[in-house]
């Protein structure tokens, strides 16, 4: 014997915008916005773990503790006047050249050398 429920749906789940997680609260430092984008945040901390390996920056989490030395990788990068895309465009554009960059510098990582 097969028992069937009806599902009940409410409008909260046909919602359009579903964020499974809350978004990160702003730096209160005014930082980059590399360091709430998650690839540019991943970027950073593999440039950062290339240079020094003992810096102690976590791979796998946030690690906002650590925002103060990934701020300063963004000019080691060059990146500090790269502007916060604002199209949809622009967006695919940075996130390409993000994805990039990301690749190399992950390349690096594992291989164990510098970039």
Known sequence: MSLYLEPKFTRADFRQN??????????????????????????????????????GVP????????????????????LRGLAKPGTHTEAIKTAWMLFKLLASAAFSFVVGRQA
Do not use: C, Q
């Open 18 to 55: 579903y964020l499974p997680y809350p978004p990160a609260p702003a730096l209160a430092t005014g930082g980059h916005w590399l360091l709430e984008d998650p690839m540019g945040r991943d970027l950073l901390k593999i440039k950062l773990l290339t240079g020094d390996r003992k810096s």
């Open 59 to 78: 791979l796998w989490s946030d690690g906002r503790e650590f925002d103060g030395k990934l701020n300063g990788m963004i000019d080691v990068l060059g």
